[in-house]
């Protein structure tokens, strides 16, 4: 392979850190590539066959080959996310500081698309627990929509704000992953043209806009709420900097992670543990070489101080009209009685009661875009389901009709074509695969109309055999 070409002073700058391994570094970059890493869902639970696990995260596997994930159908049915390993560290920190999940959380994602992190903290709660996952630019909502679609559950909301907004939510979370905007000098292994991009004035621009994504948030955390706070970027003034910055700022106090999970401990994660000049916050590195993984910084820190009340806001009941109506969505969940119905435009959505006021308040200050699972619409007394529907592990699949496709038709479905089969049943259908629901068909006397989501569906060409 070719020399890496790193930024000039990039490795020596680097070398100051301490437990770098300059060696292992250069040679993690010019003779490796970057680790095929999956998430299973753990919601969808289908045997994949995977070449061992993630040691930080209970449901993170490497693959020792890297499949064309677009042509598999249970990729496109949410059963794994195709995700960078170190980024799944973000689990383990919050198995560290939930151990045992006793008080229902709101947890932010505030730089969410295209929703890695995001799958990951859903599978990592209760449905008690609620996800709000944020984008500020519109254009990577959907992907972040795409995504937590697939995965299937009904405590998050999508919301497409910029971070300032959340500061009228006062005290309103318990936890706020910021999942900072870097310099991405994380990715060089995976994409070495980054090296040409990188320059110090960007990770001051960086550094800067962490600052104030991070003071624009802050208000919106609880007394005693956590703030992980994480970046693919190796620079100092993006990361311990920042930590010294918040401790500086805000009363936080920075909490050690300890690296011990069932048979694993510290040596064989590879992960360099920090601290920061000033206050000696932690923080953890994942470098190639040492790490199965990509570069990651991730850190995580406690508010201390009294945050003001949280805005609490209750919308009014449903029309009449309304309850008839719910009466009708309802039978297409499983456990009915467990959601709040809400209609948006023509739309039934249904998210986890227990987050009605939650949702209600949100509403007054963000822009959502997603709530819960959208159900779909309803046509006098029969239902047009949404995508969601067909992807939710919530829905009541026995009251719709199940066509189970072969590998070549659930291809076929996922690129909008025309399916070969002849129905024997009329009405919509849960085309799936291997018992995993893709989307929707309408099947009518001797054809399908394909309703998966143009603009989803697949584009690319099969790989020739
Ligand atoms: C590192 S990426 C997030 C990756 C994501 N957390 C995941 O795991 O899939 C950072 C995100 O921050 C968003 N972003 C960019 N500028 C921002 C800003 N000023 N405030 C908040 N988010 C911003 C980007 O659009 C991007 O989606």
Same mark, same amino acid.
């Given at each position: 392979m070719n020399e890496p070409n790193f930024p000039e002073n990039f490795i020596s700058i680097l070398s /100051?850190?301490?437990? &770098?391994d300059a060696g292992n570094f250069i040679n993690a970059h010019q003779n490796t590539e970057s680790p095929t890493s999956i998430r299973l869902n753990p919601f969808k639970k289908h045997a994949l066959k995977t070449d061992g696990q993630v040691p930080w995260c209970v449901d993170g596997y490497y693959l020792n080959t890297r499949p064309s994930f677009t042509f598999d159908p249970l990729f496109h049915a949410g059963c794994y996310y195709v995700q960078e /390993?170190?980024?799944? &560290?973000i689990d383990h920190i919050l198995k560290t500081i939930r151990p045992d999940k006793d008080e229902p959380v709101k947890i932010l994602d505030l730089c969410a698309a295209p929703g890695g992190k995001s799958t990951l903290i859903n599978s990592a709660i209760g449905a008690d627990d609620l996800l709000v996952a944020n984008e500020i630019i519109k254009t990577r909502v959907p992907v972040l929509c795409d995504n937590l679609n697939r995965w299937g559950t009904a405590n998050s909301i999508v919301s497409n704000n910029d971070p300032k907004d959340f500061g009228r939510l006062t005290g309103f979370f318990d936890i706020i992953l910021a999942d900072a905007p870097c310099s991405g000098s994380g990715m060089f292994r995976k994409d070495p043209a980054a090296m040409n991009e990188w320059s110090e004035a960007n990770v001051n621009l960086c550094h800067q806009r962490q600052e104030r994504i991070l003071a624009d948030v802050y208000p919106a955390l609880k007394e005693d709420g956590y703030l992980i706070y994480s970046t693919c970027s190796y620079s100092h003034q993006e990361n311990e900097e920042i930590l010294d910055w918040l401790c500086d700022t805000f009363n936080m106090e920075s909490l050690p992670i300890p690296m011990v999970r069932q048979t694993h401990h510290d040596k064989e994660w590879g992960i360099v543990e920090t601290r920061s000049e000033k206050h000696q916050a932690f923080g953890y590195r994942f470098y190639p070489g040492q790490a199965k993984g990509e570069g990651l910084f991730a850190a995580c820190l406690k508010k201390k101080e009294q945050a003001d009340d949280a805005p609490s806001f209750k919308a009014k009941g449903h029309q009449k009209l309304a309850l008839q109506e719910i009466e009708i969505v309802k039978r297409y969940l499983i456990e009915p009685e467990n959601y709040y119905y809400n209609k948006i435009n023509d739309d039934w959505l249904a998210i986890n009661r227990i987050h009605k006021e939650s949702l209600d308040t949100l509403q007054r200050y963000l822009y959502i875009k997603k709530s819960g699972v959208r159900i779909g619409k309803l046509m006098g007394k029969d239902l047009v389901p949404d995508h969601e529907l067909a992807l939710s592990i919530h829905t009541n699949k026995d009251a719709f009709l199940q066509t189970e496709l072969t590998y070549e038709q659930a291809i076929q479905y996922l690129r909008r074509e025309n399916i070969d089969i002849n129905p024997t049943d009329k009405g919509w259908s849960l085309m799936c695969f291997e018992g995993e629901p893709l989307g929707w068909a309408k099947l009518l006397p001797n054809r399908i109309n394909n309703y998966y989501p143009k603009e989803i569906r697949i584009l690319a060409s099969p790989p020739t055999p």
């Open positions: /100051a850190e301490p437990g &770098f /390993a170190s980024s799944m &560290f």
